[in-house]
Nanobody, 120 residues
């Protein structure tokens, strides 16, 4: 059974930082690309960042939505089956529920989401 559990959300002031984590189980984690999405109130869910599979850090690639490029960093720890999203220079428009996502055996799996609120 595939499970994705996010953590690390919270309330932060504009310009601040948060680090989100997603713990995965039920999959061969190192072989699978991972993604983060977010959904702001009244808006559609949007893709935020992706990281490819691979045992070696140098062999992986990352990609980001234009809105977060240069501020967010996605990474993974295959030994711990976790994917993280380091978010710096946060803006009020980053306020959303953040979701971890994986496509495994042609099925979509989502975590329960973690709320990030950027406000003074």
């Amino acid at each position: 059974q595939v499970q994705l559990v996010e953590s690390g959300g919270g309330l932060v002031q504009p310009g601040g930082s948060l680090r989100l984590s997603c713990a995965a189980s039920g999959i061969i984690f190192s072989n699978i690309a991972m993604r983060w999405y977010r959904q702001a109130p009244g808006k559609q869910r949007e893709w935020v960042a992706s990281i490819t599979a691979g045992q070696i850090t140098a062999g992986r690639s990352t990609s980001y939505a234009d809105s977060v490029k240069g501020r967010f960093t996605i990474s993974r720890d295959n030994a711990k089956n976790t994917v993280s999203l380091q978010m710096n220079s946060l803006k009020p428009e980053d306020t959303a529920v953040y979701y971890c996502y994986v496509l495994f055996l042609s099925m979509d799996y989502w975590g329960q989401g973690t709320q990030v609120t950027v406000s003074s």
